[in-house]
């Protein structure tokens, strides 16, 4: 039996210890896993999970929340894990990082959104993974908000030749701050871009009572030469409901846009979807209407900021080309080309989240994202040049 096991069984451990899962492999193999994460759903065939034997060995003992509330699982060594605010009125805001699969099916690790919690954990309903990536309970239900993130790094001398962060080398992450008021979690990376070595440094923020968090992205050049890159932080976020954009509609400060377009990004700070509908996709006003946002703060401005149905491209302007897709409306920031000389380091600060909706109109408002981002850059660690 051990013989035969040998060759059907492939043990694929993530050493998170959450149970005991068998997955179908390729060529008829079976695979057994410790977790899930997002795009193992679709080939699991048995789930053991831990923390309901160990809920029931305890007692299953329960304890009272007085006010708002942090709670997160992280995992130091591979970069992966959640943080999920929880309110006094019952509802959720959670953040999965690097629980899922790129679209070449690599593990990230780190401090990038996507995913989905373990499947003892995973309180939606399986078939609309609406509480995956960037979500909201609103006491009833979950609510998408953001999905896997698209971030990369370019050389600047071809631009198209991206480098995901799973091709990036993890030098390791922590939990570098775990109070009521606030949680901080770090992630560190390295990666060559025209033979120059670029050091990524990653620290989210999440404070008690709100609905969004705080990301830096510092890119490093540690290398003996200067080098120049392009950085791309974007997304087809499901705003509402997990696989589709319907409903979808672009929202700025002043007005909701309707059509494929790029923003002043230095004129506009923030930009976001929101589930309300489309009249210029022919869609009624029948939808959820909850409401993302994404601000680029402090002085490393985007270079592009634009609403698309695809990545990598939007109309030119007075083309008036609908934001229609069914399931590609998306929201996309670029930096670049940027040259750093040897030592020199740039710092990206983004607030990435939920907004919140004026009582009056039901439309988004940006909530108040206020931070001080000396704090924040506390935590990212000093650089120095590789020998």
């Not at 993974?129 to 071809?158: M, Q, R």
């Not at 540690?222 to 409901?241: C, H, K, L, Q």
């Not at 439309?363 to 040049?385: C, G, M, R």
Request: a negative charge; hydrophobic letters at 35%.
């Amino acid at each position: 039996m051990l013989a035969v096991c040998a060759n059907v069984v492939r043990f694929r451990p993530y050493w998170h210890f959450e149970g005991i899962y068998v997955f179908k492999g390729e060529n008829s193999w079976l695979e057994i896993k410790d977790d899930t994460v997002l795009g193992d759903e679709d080939r699991l065939l048995l789930a053991l999970p831990v923390k309901p034997v160990l809920n029931f060995l305890q007692g299953g003992v329960s304890h009272a929340a007085f006010g708002n509330q942090l709670k997160h699982e992280w995992f130091n060594f591979d970069g992966s894990g959640y943080v999920e605010s929880r309110f006094v009125d019952g509802t959720r805001f959670l953040a999965c990082f690097s629980r899922f699969l790129d679209s070449g099916a690599r593990n990230t690790r780190g401090v990038f959104v996507g995913g989905k919690l373990s499947y003892d954990q995973d309180t939606a309903d399986a078939s609309t993974l609406n509480d995956t990536g960037v979500s909201f309970y609103d006491g009833t239900k979950w609510h998408h908000l953001w999905c896997n993130v698209n971030e990369s790094i370019a050389p600047w001398s071809n631009p198209s030749a991206l480098i995901p962060p799973s091709s990036w080398h993890f030098l390791g992450s922590s939990v570098a701050k775990n109070s009521p008021e606030e949680i901080v979690i770090t992630s560190s990376h390295q990666v060559n871009i025209d033979g120059v070595p670029f050091r990524i440094d990653r620290v989210a923020s999440f404070k008690a009572g709100t609905r969004y968090f705080t990301l830096a992205i510092r890119v490093s050049n540690i290398g003996g030469a200067p080098g120049g890159y392009y950085y791309v932080y974007g997304d087809e976020p499901w705003v509402s409901n997990y696989g589709t954009s319907e409903g979808n509609v672009g929202w700025v400060r002043d007005r909701l846009v309707a059509y494929e377009e790029a923003l002043d990004p230095r004129e506009h700070r923030w930009a976001g979807y929101f589930d309300y509908g489309n009249e210029a996709a022919g869609e009624k006003h029948i939808y959820s209407g909850i409401a993302n946002f994404i601000e680029w703060k402090g002085n490393v401005t985007p270079d592009l900021v634009y609403f698309s149905n695809q990545i990598g491209t939007y109309a030119p302007p007075g083309s008036r080309v609908p934001l229609n897709h069914p399931d590609s409306r998306v929201l996309f920031l670029q930096w670049g080309p940027r040259l750093l000389d040897p030592g020199q380091s740039n710092t990206i600060i983004l607030s990435i989240g939920m907004a919140d909706r004026d009582p009056a109109t039901g439309f988004p408002v940006k909530p108040d994202t206020s931070i001080d981002l000396a704090h924040l850059e506390t935590f990212l660690p000093k650089i120095s040049p590789l020998p």
